[in-house]
């Protein structure tokens, strides 16, 4: 798809738009597209695709796959001719940004994305607090139930697939602070419950 991405500049079709939500102080946060954004960058930078942050330079920069047409196939960044530099440096990408309104901003970002989405793939609950809640307690807790074999052998593919054995952990982590009296609720549903938790 990272491949596919990049030729799709390359031949000039556009490039479907960026959704930031403005959190002040000239501050914004990705509501959808960060996977366009790190792709591009990752190419350009010469980075490994899938890296997530700019202070991860790879040695293997990333390559066109075979997918792509065959003028470009292998090819890095740096191997494309000045012209094809050019056009994915001036390259322009449209974006749209909403304002804070509101007590509800946490929960009307989960909203936006939910309705952006609508009528691609479907992503469920957990897949979208990993897209709109990443951060280092994300990042550790898809690394602690990847690397349990025990936990992971209570689900089937399908269901490891969409990250059910994730939620089952964050449920599982989210409960002992709220029996103990340590963490306030603040509205009732498990999906909401663990979406305000991923957030703070």
Same mark, same amino acid.
């Given at each position: 798809k990272c491949s596919k991405l990049i030729e799709s500049i390359l031949i000039g079709l556009p490039i479907p738009p960026l959704f930031f939500m403005d959190i002040g102080n000239n501050s914004y946060e990705v509501i959808d597209g960060l996977q366009r954004l790190t792709a591009i960058s990752n190419y350009i930078l010469g980075n490994q695709w899938g890296a997530l942050t700019n202070k991860t330079h790879r040695k293997v920069a990333a390559k066109l796959s075979p997918i792509v047409d065959e003028s470009i196939q292998g090819k890095t960044f740096e191997q494309l001719n000045p012209e094809q530099q050019k056009k994915i440096k001036r390259s322009t990408v449209t974006v749209i940004d909403f304002r804070e309104i509101g007590s509800e901003d946490q929960k009307s970002k989960y909203l936006i994305f939910e309705r952006i989405n609508?009528? !691609? *793939?479907? %992503?469920?609950? @957990?897949?979208?607090?990993?897209?709109?809640a990443y951060g280092k307690f994300m990042s550790?807790?898809?690394?602690?139930?990847?690397? !349990? *074999?025990? %936990?992971?052998? @209570?689900?089937?593919?399908?269901y490891l697939n969409k990250d059910k054995h994730v939620e089952f952990l964050l449920s599982t982590y989210v409960t002992y602070p709220v029996l103990?009296?340590?963490?306030?609720?603040q509205g009732q549903y498990q999906k909401y419950i663990l979406n305000d938790f991923c957030e703070e």
């Open positions: 609508t009528g !691609s *793939e479907l %992503l469920n609950p @957990m897949q979208i607090r990993k897209a709109l550790s807790l898809y690394d602690a139930a990847n690397s !349990s *074999e025990g %936990l992971k052998s @209570m689900f089937g593919k399908q103990r009296g340590e963490y306030t609720l």
